[in-house]
């Protein structure tokens, strides 16, 4: 049953979550979350009346509880590192402003591949 509705409802659905996320990878990642929500609570618990309202309501619950970790996840690091040096390089409070609102919104930002490998150990030790 899951699969005949996300053949019908998919096309539907991802177009819905791109148009809110703004991003086709978050929107994806979130519909597949919520098809494996499907796969585990319908057998034991039914089919929704309108379960392609309910596999979008969930997709959509998905998506905002991943931007909700990661904006928690940015606040955090921007926070707690004032300011950030590396080497010889130092992000400016705008720099970091910026690069927050980049991360927000899941765009890679734009500092060199060593300073991203630094911001990556920091949301992954942040991540509590």
Not at 97 to 113: C, D, I, K, N, Q
Request: charged share 25%; proline share 4%.
């Amino acid at each position: 049953m899951v699969e005949a509705v996300f053949q019908a409802e998919r096309g539907r659905i991802l177009a819905t979550l791109i148009r809110l996320a703004r991003n086709f990878d978050s929107a994806e990642e979130a519909l597949q979350d919520a098809v494996v929500e499907a796969l585990e609570h319908w057998p034991s618990g039914g089919v929704p009346a309108v379960p392609g309202v309910w596999t979008l309501t969930t997709a959509k619950r998905k998506l905002l509880d991943r931007a909700r970790v990661q904006a928690r996840r940015s606040a955090l690091l921007f926070d707690y590192a004032e300011p950030i040096t590396i080497g010889r390089n130092s992000l400016s409070s705008a720099r970091r402003e910026e690069a927050a609102v980049a991360y927000r919104r899941g765009l890679s930002l734009a500092v060199s591949p060593i300073d991203q490998e630094f911001l990556r150990e920091q949301l992954t030790q942040l991540g509590r």
